[in-house]
């Protein structure tokens, strides 16, 4: 896609933030940019760093296998992307103003994209679209309405690692769930 050439070009030569100083590679997305469902992590780490792509790690490992379960097709029925485009250095969290400078690509991203539904994938995420800055488990699971998009926070990837338990209502069944609920909501729009 032409846009999205572009904009991977002008992310790859970006200087806005110290972080440009640390990283190897700029992290823009992966998976369908033409398709209606798009989830956002927070920033990449050391894999994603080293690969130039988004959730390519551990925990990008267990999101690939959550979502087979749920039935989307990580490079068909999404696109993958994160709030921060480059590493923070030791994956710390990133800042509020790493978040503000790094913003207008993630915005032109949803523009480009343009997905009816967007998974948010941990308090960064749902910090950054929503504005709302705790309560993942109790929002999670929930669509939320916002500029003509519906967004779900979820839990975030690197959480589940914690809880390899698959009891009902454990994190990762939970997550299962949720996942499966945007799958239902993308089939029905006919995405
Ligand atoms: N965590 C994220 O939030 N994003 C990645 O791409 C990898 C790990």
Redesign the pocket.
Known sequence: MKGFDTLENRCAACQRCDLAHHRKMV?VGRGNPRSDLMLI?????A??DNLG????????RL?SELLKEADLDEDQDLY?????KCRPPH?RKPTLEEMRQCRPWLREQLELVNPSLVLL??A??LQALLGIKSGISKLRGQWHEQEGRTFMPVF???YLLRFRSREAGSPQTLTLQDLQEAKRRLSAQGG
């Open positions: 992290v992590g927070e920033a990449p780490g894999d994603e792509l988004p959730f390519v790690g551990r925990s990008g999101l993958i992307c994160n709030v921060i994956n994938a941990g960064t995420a975030h990837p690197s």
